[in-house]
Nanobody, 118 residues
């Protein structure tokens, strides 16, 4: 059974930093992809960043240069380092996982709230 558990959310002022973590269990292998999504109140869920085979990373334009995705394969944990946070980054952040051959993410965590005040 795949489980994804996020942590690290919180409240910060604009310009601050947070690091989100996603501990994965029951989900192993180099052909798996993981990513971060977020959903703000009244808005649709949007892609933030993903990491795929051989550690290749992709980012939404809105977070490029500010967010960095990484993973620790030994700990089976995904991270999202968020710097220079803006109020518009306020959202619930979700960790997701899938087989890299699939287009859609299959597994989702419960989310961790990030609130950025101006």
């Amino acid at each position: 059974q795949v489980q994804l558990v996020e942590s690290g959310g919180g409240s910060v002022q604009a310009g601050g930093s947070l690091r989100l973590s996603c501990a994965a269990s029951g989900f192993y292998g180099s052909r798996n992809c993981m990513g971060w999504f977020r959903q703000a109140p009244g808005k649709e869920r949007e892609f933030v960043s993903g990491i795929g085979t051989y550690g290749s990373a992709t980012y939404a334009d809105s977070v490029k240069g500010r967010f960095t995705i990484s993973q620790d394969n030994a700990k089976n944990t995904l991270y999202l380092q968020m710097n220079s946070l803006k109020p518009e980054d306020t959202a619930m952040y979700y960790c997701a996982a899938k087989s890299c051959v699939l287009a859609q993410y299959k597994y989702w965590g419960q989310g961790t709230q990030v609130t950025v005040s101006s």
